[in-house]
């Protein structure tokens, strides 16, 4: 009785296969053979899973980085301590601020908006809210940052209001810019560094099947084939094993990235939230594209190197 092939060896036999059958004719190297493919098929596609996500981690970062200065660049924060008059001050000082020069808004942060800012600390409990003495805040939005709007706004609350705070946002604003732009740069190495790591391996594989097929490298030496036209052929090998890495990586590296858009905070607008816009989709097209080529060019360099190594 003849033996039947499972269904999960008849699609790992089409997945690492070199070739199909039907094209095993073209290589005049036995390249065709399974022999190492699985290995670099895997490893194409873990690399691209990673450099996915090296790669969103950048563009995420980026977007966040904007947002925060973008949206507290020409922002300030006039802070009145608690007291019976603190309200009225702030009713005086917000009107009198709308009036002077380069300030485009001034709003009182009401006590629904001061729930919501501590409620991720206290929670939604107003009892607890209320028994609290809240300073009143003074939202105040500039349309340019310099050293004498900002004089002339310090002067005018302190006035108005001599035990009032200034807060500008410089200082911890500059602190998370400088963190997130250090992550954002460490993403980018790591990507890089899998980009230069793809390029090593694909070219120990090519070397490794040099090694293993020498002798018919030498034959077709001496039937006048040229270094070229036997360099081409691992080429075409790679390009075919890797192209199904990087497919594989990208269906692995989207499942991850819809995963983590999934889990990750969408209500809290201090932490990053995955949101890829058409821009960043084309560059994160690119990616597979940019390892496939790194992949071609590195077997092609590495085989026509060995040929030129060989007697």
């Known amino acids: 009785m003849p033996h039947k092939t499972s269904f999960s060896n008849r699609f790992m036999g089409h997945?690492?296969?070199g070739t199909h059958a039907k094209s095993a004719h073209k290589y005049d190297i036995p390249l065709h053979n399974r022999l190492g493919t699985e290995f670099l098929v895997m490893l194409v596609a873990l690399m691209t899973s990673l450099s996915l996500l090296a790669a969103l981690g950048g563009i995420t970062l980026g977007h966040l980085t904007y947002k925060w200065t973008s949206g507290l660049e020409?922002?300030?924060t006039i802070e009145i301590p608690h007291s019976a008059e603190a309200l009225s001050r702030a009713?005086?000082?917000s009107e009198t601020l709308r009036k002077t020069q380069h300030v485009k808004n001034a709003t009182i942060i009401g006590k629904k908006d001061m729930s919501r800012l501590l409620e991720p600390w206290l929670g939604n409990n107003e009892d607890m809210l209320a028994e609290i003495p809240l300073p009143v805040l003074v939202s105040l939005e500039i349309d340019e940052?310099?050293?004498?709007?900002m004089k002339d706004i310090t002067s005018l609350t302190r006035k108005i209001s001599p035990e009032a705070r200034l807060d500008t946002h410089e200082e911890w604003l500059s602190s998370l810019v400088k963190l997130t732009?250090?992550?954002?740069y460490v993403s980018y190495f790591v990507f890089a560094l899998i980009v230069a790591v793809?390029?090593?391996?694909v070219a120990g594989a090519v070397r490794a099947r040099m090694a293993i097929h020498q002798k018919e490298l030498q034959l077709l030496h001496v039937m006048g084939a040229s270094d070229g036209y036997?360099?081409?052929q691992f080429v075409r090998y790679v390009f075919w094993q890797a192209g199904k890495g990087a497919s594989l990586g990208v269906i692995i590296g989207a499942v991850l990235i819809v995963a983590l858009a999934y889990v990750s905070p969408s209500s809290l607008e201090t932490l990053p939230h995955l949101s890829i816009q058409p821009w960043d989709l084309v560059l994160l097209v690119c990616v597979p594209i940019l390892l496939l080529g790194i992949a071609m060019w590195a077997a092609?360099?590495?085989?026509?190197?060995v040929l030129r190594e060989m007697p």
């Open 15 to 17: 997945v690492f296969a």
């Open 74 to 76: 020409n922002s300030l």
């Open 91 to 93: 009713e005086h000082l």
């Open 145 to 149: 940052r310099s050293d004498d709007v």
């Open 181 to 184: 732009g250090t992550l954002r």
């Open 198 to 201: 793809t390029g090593v391996v």
């Open 230 to 232: 036997i360099a081409h």
């Open 300 to 305: 092609r360099h590495t085989s026509l190197q």
